[in-house]
């Protein structure tokens, strides 16, 4: 059987790979490369599971935007069936936990450290359409009022270029920037922009990404070459 139709049959979620040449894929991975340079892009995959695009219709939030997130391999096919669901901040970087929601961000380097692999398997990130409506900016030292969000940011050190963003057509603008220095970095804490939303409803996946980050291409690489070196 297909793995494609494997997934389908398993998840019901649909799983087209894209091909490499087409604009879609060619902006996609111009986002990656700047945004996440040290990533090896394996292949890209649409995505579409029924029902998430009505949702996040139904929210009447709108701002939408297309924001990264990593995985570990194992939660893959649970989010393929479920989709993302709010739980509680992921353990690397060192942005301060929000309460359980949605964590992701407009870094796929960012997104990348969340991303963990089984033995020789590549790593498997998401690029998911988001309605942040009201957006809540944090930054270490702001006043903890009362303010009625749908969203919070919590700034990073690094940025995606500001300028240079791409309407999708699925409605969600992406940054194509390079990785530049926040020119602001008054109460920064964080490495790269982190965007929380608490509803599932917010969040429709798009797009999945199998990829190897350069490090591990290296020491791949490096076992093989030892490996052959051995058997001569």
Request: proline share 5%; hydrophobic share 35%; aromatic share 6%.
């Given at each position: 059987?297909?793995?494609?139709?494997?997934?389908?049959?398993?998840?019901?979620?649909?799983?087209?790979?894209?091909?490499?040449?087409?604009?879609?894929?060619?902006?996609?991975?111009?986002?990656?490369?700047?945004?996440?340079?040290?990533?090896?892009?394996?292949?890209?995959?649409?995505?579409?599971?029924?029902?998430?695009?009505?949702?996040i219709v139904d929210t009447?939030?709108?701002?939408?935007?297309?924001?990264?997130?990593?995985?570990?391999?194992?939660?893959?096919?649970?989010?393929?069936?479920?989709?993302?669901?709010?739980?509680?901040?992921?353990?690397?970087?060192?942005?301060?936990?929000?309460?359980?929601?949605?964590?992701?961000?407009?870094?796929?380097?960012?997104?990348?450290?969340?991303?963990?692999?089984?033995?020789?398997?590549?790593?498997?990130?998401?690029?998911?359409?988001?309605?942040?409506?009201?957006?809540k900016e944090i930054r270490?030292?702001?006043?903890?009022?009362?303010?009625?969000?749908?969203?919070?940011?919590?700034?990073?050190?690094?940025?995606?270029?500001?300028?240079?963003?791409?309407?999708?057509?699925?409605?969600?603008?992406?940054?194509?920037?390079?990785?530049?220095?926040?020119?602001?970095?008054?109460?920064?804490?964080?490495?790269?922009?982190?965007?929380v939303v608490y509803s599932?409803?917010?969040?429709?996946?798009?797009?999945?990404?199998?990829?190897?980050?350069?490090?591990?291409?290296?020491?791949?690489?490096?076992?093989?070459?030892?490996?052959?070196?051995?058997?001569?």
């Amino acid at each position: 059987m297909n793995p494609l139709d494997y997934v389908y049959r398993s998840v019901g979620c649909h799983v087209q790979l894209m091909e490499p040449d087409s604009d879609e894929s060619q902006h996609l991975l111009q986002c990656l490369h700047n945004t996440g340079p040290s990533l090896h892009i394996d292949c890209i995959y649409r995505i579409n599971r029924p029902g998430e695009a009505t949702s996040i219709v139904d929210t009447g939030l709108g701002n939408y935007r297309m924001l990264w997130h990593g995985t570990n391999i194992l939660n893959l096919m649970s989010i393929l069936r479920c989709g993302l669901q709010p739980t509680e901040a992921p353990t690397a970087g060192n942005v301060p936990p929000f309460g359980k929601g949605i964590y992701m961000s407009d870094m796929a380097a960012r997104a990348a450290q969340d991303c963990k692999k089984w033995g020789n398997e590549k790593k498997y990130m998401l690029l998911s359409q988001v309605a942040l409506g009201h957006v809540k900016e944090i930054r270490e030292g702001s006043a903890t009022d009362n303010e009625v969000a749908n969203s919070v940011m919590v700034a990073g050190k690094y940025i995606p270029k500001p300028g240079k963003e791409l309407i999708l057509p699925e409605g969600g603008a992406i940054s194509l920037g390079e990785k530049t220095k926040n020119p602001n970095l008054s109460g920064v804490t964080s490495s790269h922009n982190e965007y929380v939303v608490y509803s599932a409803d917010q969040v429709c996946l798009r797009y999945l990404i199998r990829f190897d980050v350069a490090d591990d291409v290296t020491a791949a690489n490096t076992s093989s070459s030892s490996s052959s070196s051995k058997a001569k």
